[in-house]
């Protein structure tokens, strides 16, 4: 979903920043952006956990305590979900510069970071709204997942045998090595690379992937995202591992299910324009046939 004409600074005028660590060329790529903003009188808080910006006027600020208009950050598509996993309020807006391998989910490139930064400030933008999928094992409530909830084996190397379940009903029974439950933003991410399909933004849907299913016993299903999905252990002394986006990890016991559904939170992207199929044919379609 697209908001348009979006109110994106508050009185306050603070903006987070955040970088993929260890890259000494994107820090510099952080201390130009953050001597942009203070030159345009933002208040700039710089995660101290990752990014090293030298401009004195920043304030060295984890992700988790940031209260702020929105957040930037620089890297790739790890950085944007392991942002979202330590922010507060994770309906923060995240204007994300590229500096990772595909960066599917981000809108600039380091070069064109600072112009499009004008236009935000002047609120020459769009908000690009995404669910995201709340999951659990009966009341214990796991983080948001904005691309995927993943199940797989406690032990390496070792198949599970799952019964899935919509809204208590079975649907499918197999064996697999993991199986995931992915949202249209996630369904060009892992669910992708294990054989599923792209869903566009506008349906109002998940997407279930079976991870290498032997002799195709389960299937890549797309389901509502106004139902409940179950997905239950069946073998015993099998324990699997939720994987939450790739950036924590909950245990599930043989014979448990695991729960999934619409959250009722968002994540927000700033966005220049609706651009999501341009994004589809320049990073995730082969540049050369």
Wanted: hydrophobic letters at 40%; glycine letters at 8%; one cysteine or more.
């Amino acid at each position: 979903m697209i908001e348009t004409n979006p109110q994106i600074l508050s009185d306050r005028r603070a903006v987070g920043l955040v970088c993929k660590p260890g890259r000494p060329e994107i820090e510099r790529n952080a201390d130009r952006i953050a001597e942009f903003l203070v030159a345009n009188k933002m208040e700039v808080l710089v995660d101290k956990g990752s990014c090293h910006a030298a401009h004195p006027r920043t304030t060295p600020t984890l992700i988790e305590d940031m209260d702020v208009d929105f957040v930037i950050t620089i890297g790739g598509d790890g950085t944007i979900l392991y942002t979202l996993s330590k922010l507060a309020d994770r309906e923060t807006p995240l204007f994300c510069v590229n500096r990772g391998n595909v960066g599917f989910m981000t809108e600039s490139s380091t070069t064109t970071a600072i112009g499009f930064l004008e236009k935000i400030l002047q609120n020459e933008c769009v908000i690009e709204k995404n669910v995201n999928i709340a999951s659990g094992v009966g009341d214990r409530r796991f983080e948001d997942a904005l691309n995927e909830v993943y199940v797989v084996s406690r032990i390496p190397g070792r198949l599970l045998t799952f019964q899935i379940l919509l809204d208590g009903v079975r649907i499918d029974y197999g064996r697999a090595d993991g199986a995931m439950v992915a949202t249209p933003v996630g369904s060009s991410a892992y669910a992708l690379a294990a054989g599923g399909s792209i869903l566009s933004p506008n349906v109002h849907g998940f997407i279930f992937v079976p991870v290498c299913p032997p002799r195709f016993e389960l299937k890549s299903v797309v389901i509502p995202d106004d139902i409940t999905i179950e997905l239950e252990l069946i073998k015993p002394e099998a324990p699997g591992l939720a994987v939450i986006d790739g950036q924590t990890r909950w245990d599930i016991e043989p014979e448990e299910k695991v729960w999934v559904r619409k959250s009722k939170g968002i994540t927000r992207f700033i966005r220049l324009y609706d651009n999501y199929w341009d994004r589809i044919n320049t990073r995730l379609v082969p540049r050369t046939l």
